[in-house]
Protein backbone atom coordinates (compact mmCIF):
# COMPACT_ATOMS: atom_id res chain seq x y z
CA UNK A 1 0.00 0.00 0.00
CA UNK A 2 2.67 2.19 0.10
CA UNK A 3 2.87 2.49 -3.42
CA UNK A 4 -0.28 4.27 -3.15
CA UNK A 5 -2.40 7.72 -2.09
CA UNK A 6 -5.64 8.09 -1.14
CA UNK A 7 -7.90 10.85 -2.89
CA UNK A 8 -11.23 12.16 -1.72
CA UNK A 9 -13.07 14.90 -3.29
CA UNK A 10 -16.41 16.46 -2.34
CA UNK A 11 -18.65 17.52 -5.07
CA UNK A 12 -21.27 19.39 -3.57
CA UNK A 13 -23.65 19.97 -6.15
CA UNK A 14 -24.71 16.13 -5.95
CA UNK A 15 -23.72 16.19 -2.49
CA UNK A 16 -21.14 13.08 -3.24
CA UNK A 17 -17.66 12.26 -1.94
CA UNK A 18 -15.53 10.09 -4.72
CA UNK A 19 -13.14 8.09 -3.39
CA UNK A 20 -9.64 7.20 -5.30
CA UNK A 21 -6.48 5.01 -5.01
CA UNK A 22 -3.86 6.65 -7.01
CA UNK A 23 -0.63 4.74 -8.20
CA UNK A 24 2.88 7.06 -6.84
CA UNK A 25 4.65 5.08 -9.20
CA UNK A 26 4.67 2.52 -12.00
CA UNK A 27 3.17 -0.36 -10.43
CA UNK A 28 2.05 -4.31 -11.32
CA UNK A 29 -0.64 -6.04 -9.46
CA UNK A 30 -1.53 -9.61 -9.71
CA UNK A 31 -4.41 -10.69 -8.33
CA UNK A 32 -6.06 -14.72 -8.54
CA UNK A 33 -3.38 -15.04 -11.74
CA UNK A 34 -4.19 -11.90 -13.50
CA UNK A 35 -1.62 -9.14 -13.93
CA UNK A 36 -2.73 -5.30 -13.49
CA UNK A 37 -0.03 -2.45 -14.52
CA UNK A 38 -0.76 0.82 -13.15
CA UNK A 39 1.01 4.16 -14.40
CA UNK A 40 2.05 6.54 -12.23
CA UNK A 41 -0.67 8.81 -11.34
CA UNK A 42 -3.47 6.59 -12.51
CA UNK A 43 -6.21 6.23 -10.00
CA UNK A 44 -8.43 3.29 -9.22
CA UNK A 45 -12.04 4.69 -8.38
CA UNK A 46 -12.74 2.82 -5.12
CA UNK A 47 -15.97 4.60 -3.61
CA UNK A 48 -18.91 7.28 -3.55
CA UNK A 49 -20.12 7.93 -0.79
CA UNK A 50 -23.44 10.12 -1.21
CA UNK A 51 -24.87 12.78 1.39
CA UNK A 52 -28.48 14.07 2.32
CA UNK A 53 -30.07 16.13 4.07
CA UNK A 54 -33.40 15.83 5.35
CA UNK A 55 -35.36 17.55 2.45
CA UNK A 56 -32.64 16.01 0.27
CA UNK A 57 -33.39 12.52 1.53
CA UNK A 58 -37.13 13.37 1.11
CA UNK A 59 -36.79 14.12 -2.47
CA UNK A 60 -35.52 11.13 -3.19
CA UNK A 61 -37.87 8.87 -1.18
CA UNK A 62 -40.49 10.50 -3.05
CA UNK A 63 -39.07 9.24 -6.69
CA UNK A 64 -38.94 6.53 -5.18
CA UNK A 65 -41.85 6.00 -4.09
CA UNK A 66 -40.94 5.74 -0.39
CA UNK A 67 -42.49 7.30 2.73
CA UNK A 68 -39.43 8.85 5.09
CA UNK A 69 -41.33 8.33 8.01
CA UNK A 70 -38.56 9.36 10.82
CA UNK A 71 -35.53 11.21 10.74
CA UNK A 72 -33.21 10.90 14.12
CA UNK A 73 -29.47 12.83 14.47
CA UNK A 74 -30.61 16.26 12.71
CA UNK A 75 -29.44 18.47 15.74
CA UNK A 76 -25.94 18.50 15.16
CA UNK A 77 -26.47 18.31 11.15
CA UNK A 78 -23.46 15.60 11.08
CA UNK A 79 -25.00 12.47 11.07
CA UNK A 80 -28.75 11.54 9.70
CA UNK A 81 -30.52 8.16 9.86
CA UNK A 82 -33.71 7.61 8.51
CA UNK A 83 -36.55 5.39 8.50
CA UNK A 84 -38.10 4.70 5.12
CA UNK A 85 -40.74 2.23 4.28
CA UNK A 86 -42.84 1.28 1.08
CA UNK A 87 -46.23 2.18 1.41
CA UNK A 88 -49.01 -0.56 1.71
CA UNK A 89 -51.11 1.12 -1.54
CA UNK A 90 -47.93 0.60 -3.27
CA UNK A 91 -47.32 -3.28 -2.86
CA UNK A 92 -51.42 -3.72 -4.52
Not at 7 to 24: H, K, N, V, W, Y
Not at 57 to 65: M, N, S, T, Y
Not at 66 to 76: D, I, K, M, N, Y
Request: hydrophobic share 40%; with cysteine; charged share 30%.
Amino acid sequence: LEDWAHDSFFEPEPGRIRMFLRALLDTRITLAGQVYNFAYGERIHTEDSWKFDRARLGRLAERCDLELTEVWGEATGEFLFAWLYVPISKCD
